[in-house]
Every structure is written in structure tokens, then in C-alpha cells.
């Protein structure tokens, strides 16, 4: 179908809607006739007649000018501008300062679990107290104070339920407890 032909459609159709909206919307906007009341008889009986009062218009104005009094109101008088609100001070922009830096990170943590300590006799009678370990694989260490364990650990102190541990470098020291880590 064609753009002309659809837009002749739509005119046509809109033209019988609005005829349509006129021949409904006519009683009303203008009514011509007067409901007519009928009885049970069948007789048709005019209308009511409602009587006129009489208003008493003068009476009306006389009460009405003794108890208004003068509006102080002008309409047509403006208020003067209110003033601009006064400038917001802005407090002066914050300076932040560079993050202070704090060293390297510290070092992870030693993956070693502690889980005994024992006393061994040195062959020249002295009693040493040895500290036993393991890491994550399975591997068992054991070691007295002042030893290296796995090549990368020194035992610093054995306590009756903890060790202290560091790094060979120095880098950290770390207490472990009996129970592990």
C-alpha cells in the first residue's frame, strides 16, 4: 500500500470519528427537549413550574459595602528584588601529602610447624635441648640453638613451648608455638 493511499485512509477514517463524536455529543451540548414525566396511566404531565423568589438586591449591596473595608493589598505593586545570598567562602583546597614510604614489605612468613622439644646428651656429658620441626611436605628438621634448617632458617632460641626463627639474611624474626603456626 502506498504512503498516499494510507494517508487518504486515515483522513476518511478520522473525518467519520469526528461525525460520529457530533451526532453523540449533540443532546448534550443542546438539548432541544424537556424530560417529560409520565404516569401510570399514561397521561403525559407537564413540567413543574418552580417559583421565583425574590432576591432583594438592594438590601444585598447595603450589607455588603458597610462590612467590607478598603483591601491594603496592591496587586499590582511589586516587591523589590530580594538581595543576592552572600558568597559561600570556600575553605582552601586540601593538600594532601605523599604517602610516606614505609620500607620494604615484610618477609612471608617461615612455613615451618614447631611440634617438640627434646634433650640429647653430647658426648661430653652436656645436655642439649633440640627443637623438631616440619614443613609443609612432610619433611622433618630438628636443631639445637644457633643452627641452620634448610639451608634458608636460623634457630635463635628454644623455649619450653615456642622458637624463634630468621631468616639467614636478617630480614625478619618470627616465634612459633608448640602447636604449630
Known amino acids: 500500500m502506498r504512503l498516499t493511499d494510507r494517508r487518504s485512509i486515515a483522513y476518511v477514517a478520522a473525518a467519520a470519528a469526528f461525525v460520529a463524536l457530533l451526532v453523540i455529543a449533540r443532546p448534550v451540548i443542546n438539548p432541544t427537549t424537556v424530560p417529560v414525566q409520565q404516569s401510570s396511566n399514561g397521561i403525559v404531565a407537564p413540567p413543574p413550574v418552580v417559583p421565583v423568589v425574590d432576591l432583594n438586591l438592594n438590601r444585598l449591596r447595603s450589607t455588603a459595602s458597610a462590612q467590607l473595608r478598603e483591601s491594603e493589598r496592591d496587586p499590582f505593586r511589586f516587591r523589590p528584588k530580594a538581595p543576592p545570598p552572600a558568597p559561600r567562602v570556600q575553605a582552601p583546597p586540601q593538600v594532601f601529602a605523599p604517602p610516606v614510604p614505609t620500607g620494604p614489605p615484610p618477609p612471608p612468613p617461615i612455613p615451618l ?25 612432610g619433611n622433618t628438621f630438628t636443631g639445637k640453638e644457633g643452627d641452620v634448617l634448610e639451608g634458608r632458617y636460623r634457630l635463635l632460641r628454644i623455649g619450653q613451648d615456642s622458637v624463634d626463627l630468621a631468616y639467614l639474611d636478617g630480614r625478619g624474626q618470627q616465634s612459633i608455638r608448640l602447636t604449630g603456626q
Open 113 to 137: 610447624k614447631f611440634f617438640g622439644v627434646y634433650t640429647v646428651t653430647a658426648p661430653d656429658g652436656t645436655k642439649q635441648r633440640m627443637a623438631a620441626f616440619s614443613d609443609a611436605r
